[in-house]
């Protein structure tokens, strides 16, 4: 099975801060890399597809980027309603299988 | 639009069966490339694939728990259902399904439905 390992596992930010978050694969995914985001007591929802592929409707200000092993998830000015829980999930082959978590904090 | 929605037992005692279903709409589960899922999450922690369906009656399932779980799906119900045998406190998590397509994204969930496993 694909282990996946997001860093850090909590990040504290203020509004407007450029955050970034990693995520690596414990072998290559080619670019099957999926990010969510979650809410507390709210589902997971999906933000990026295929690494870089922005899902319908997610503000642009998330981005991602990677291939292979290495990944990572930007938001690139933090928005009061984008502190949540960041999640990556590797598509690769079965089983899918996801981070860690980050945990993204007002500062 | 895309809902899905699980129900079943909001508590399960030890050794007990779990019988969860997902209940969904705005999309067929005939229709090529479509797939139910089934993820789960212990309270304050990550999140967990469980298991998989797809439109040609494929099954997939997390290695750790595969031999007790079991997914099907009924497609002139609109529902997928997941067994999962020989409960264990362990097991108390959210659980979730959610649709997936062949690339295996998972791009609509249901609100989710918290089991605990408690004598």
């Known amino acids: 099975d694909i282990q996946m390992t997001q860093s850090p596992s909590s990040v504290s930010a203020s509004v407007g801060d450029r955050v970034t978050i990693t995520c690596r694969a414990s072998?290559?995914?080619?670019?099957?890399l999926a990010w969510y985001q979650q809410k507390p007591g709210k589902a997971p929802k999906l933000l990026i597809y295929a690494a870089s592929s922005l899902q319908s409707g997610v503000p642009s200000r998330f981005s991602g980027s990677g291939s292979g092993t290495d990944f990572t998830l930007t938001i690139s000015s933090l928005q009061p309603e984008d502190f949540a829980t960041y999640y990556c999930?590797?598509?690769?082959?079965?089983?899918?299988?996801f981070g860690g978590g980050t945990k993204v904090e007002i500062k | 639009q895309v809902t899905l929605r699980e129900s079943g037992p909001a508590l399960v005692k030890p050794t007990q069966t779990l019988t969860l279903t997902c209940t969904f709409s705005?999309?067929?589960?005939?229709?090529?490339?479509?797939?139910v899922s089934w993820i789960r999450q212990p309270p304050g922690k990550a999140l967990e694939w469980l298991a998989l369906?797809?439109?040609?009656?494929?099954?997939y399932y997390s290695t750790s728990l595969k031999t007790r779980l079991t997914i099907s799906k009924d497609t002139s119900k609109n529902q997928v259902v997941l067994t999962m045998t020989n409960m264990d406190p362990v097991d108390t998590a959210t659980y979730y399904c959610?649709?997936?397509?062949?690339?295996?994204?998972?791009?609509?969930w249901g609100q989710g439905t918290l089991v605990t496993v408690s004598s």
């Open positions: 072998q290559g995914i080619s670019s099957w």
């Open positions: 369906i797809d439109w040609d009656d494929d099954k």
């Open positions: 959610a649709r997936a397509t062949v690339t295996k994204n998972f791009d609509y």
């Open positions: 999930q590797q598509a690769n082959s079965f089983p899918p299988s």
């Open positions: 705005g999309f067929s589960l005939s229709t090529s490339g479509m797939c």
